[in-house]
Structure formats: structure tokens, C-alpha cells
């Protein structure tokens, strides 16, 4: 099975901040790659599909990046409704998940 | 609108049986890999299980093997996942996901709790 390692687990940024999530696969998985957010009690909300293109209705500040085993989600000025949970996920065979970053109020 | 509406979590006793219900609507059930997913309380997502488009191949993680069977009804758009012997550990949010191709969405979920 391919195993998702994401990093950090925990992030602290203050708004506008710039901010960067990194997932590794364990073996290619093209570009088969989705980022989630997920606040408390809810359901994880796609952000990025296909390792870069952006959700409809997703504000552009979230972009993806990367193909084969390295992928980054970003957010280019973070703001008070980010602070939250976030999940890479890979679909290239049967799903797998990073282990989460939380990103908290410095 | 595309929507995926789960239903038949609740409580039940260890080595107990649920049958979960994913209701499709707004897209081409038909198209669609199938699988559930699950969130245990404070924990991060698990994949469940997953089924194909028309259900030639399915897939199940390690710790369900034997105890959870998927099964999809394309004609009444409906995905389900009939859950026995259960044990505490399989206390979790259970949602219902679908991808074709890049695409992928999500239900809102259904809490199971496994308590005596």
C-alpha cells in the first residue's frame, strides 16, 4: 500500500502569513493527489484535486503543487477562516491519507 | 446540485451488526469509484473501502477484512456498507466518497458508536 507522510503536524502562523504543507508518497502516484480541509464536526471540504487544480469555489490564496512523490498545498496570505485541519490524500490506487496539519493561531 | 447523503449510523452493542446507506444524487452514480472513509473521535481519515463503477473489483483495509462488505445499487444511485461483528475501534464518523477520474466528493457523514 502507498503510504502519505505529511509535514509539520502542527503549524502555528499569524494572518497573512505565508504557509506551506508538504505530503510524500512512498512510491509515484502521478499526480493523483487531493488536499482537504477540515474544521471541527465537519465533513473534510476539497480544496485541490489532481495535485494543482483548485476546487470551484475555493479562494484562489490555496494552490497545489508537485507530481510523482512531493507535493505542497500553500496558502499565500493565511486568513482567519484557515485555521484549521489539513489532510493530503492519495487516489492513484486505494486511498490513503497524510496524517494531518493542523495550523493554529501563532 | 451533487450530493451524496448517508444514513444507518446510530449506537449499537460490540459484535453487533449496521447496515450504512449512501444516497447519490446531481452526477453519474454509475461512473463513479465508490468507497467509505471513516474519522474516529480526535483521529485523522481512514480508508474503508471502495468498490468499482460496476462492481468487478472491490477493496477493503486490513482491519475490516471479514467483518464489512460494500456493495453499490446503480440503479437506485446507492452505495452501502453492511458492518458486522463490530468492535469498539470501529466507532467513527463513516462517510460515503466517490472519484471519476480527478473528480471526488464527499458525503456529510454518519456517526456508528460502539458501546455496550
Known amino acids: 500500500d502507498i503510504q502519505m507522510t505529511q509535514s509539520p503536524s502542527t503549524l502555528s502562523a499569524s494572518v497573512g502569513d505565508r504557509v506551506t504543507i508538504t505530503c510524500r508518497a512512498s512510491q509515484s502516484i502521478s499526480s493523483w493527489l487531493a488536499w482537504y480541509q477540515q474544521k471541527p464536526g465537519k465533513a473534510p471540504r476539497l480544496l485541490i484535486y489532481?495535485?494543482?487544480s483548485l476546487e470551484s469555489g475555493v479562494p484562489s490564496r490555496f494552490s497545489g503543487s508537485g507530481s510523482g512523490t512531493e507535493f505542497t498545498l500553500t496558502i499565500s496570505s493565511l486568513q482567519p477562516d484557515d485555521f484549521a485541519t489539513y489532510y493530503c490524500q492519495q487516489y492513484d490506487s486505494v486511498w490513503t491519507f497524510g496524517q494531518g496539519t493542523k495550523v493554529e493561531i501563532k | 446540485e451533487v450530493q451524496l447523503v448517508e444514513s444507518g449510523g446510530g449506537l449499537v452493542q460490540p459484535g453487533g451488526s449496521l447496515r450504512l446507506s449512501c444516497a447519490a444524487s446531481?452526477?453519474?452514480?454509475?461512473?463513479?469509484?465508490m468507497s467509505w472513509v471513516r474519522q474516529a473521535p480526535g483521529k485523522g481519515l481512514e480508508w474503508v473501502a471502495n468498490?468499482?463503477?460496476?462492481?468487478?473489483?472491490?477493496y477493503y483495509v486490513d482491519s475490516v477484512k471479514g467483518r464489512f462488505t460494500i456493495s453499490r445499487d446503480n440503479a437506485k444511485n446507492s452505495l452501502y456498507l453492511q458492518m458486522n461483528s463490530l468492535r469498539a475501534e470501529d466507532t467513527a464518523v463513516y462517510y460515503c466518497a466517490g472519484n471519476e477520474m480527478a473528480t471526488i466528493v464527499w458525503g456529510q457523514g454518519t456517526l456508528v458508536t460502539v458501546s455496550s
Open positions: 446531481g452526477f453519474t452514480f454509475s461512473s463513479y469509484w
Open positions: 468498490i468499482k463503477q460496476d462492481g468487478s473489483e472491490i
Open positions: 489532481k495535485a494543482s
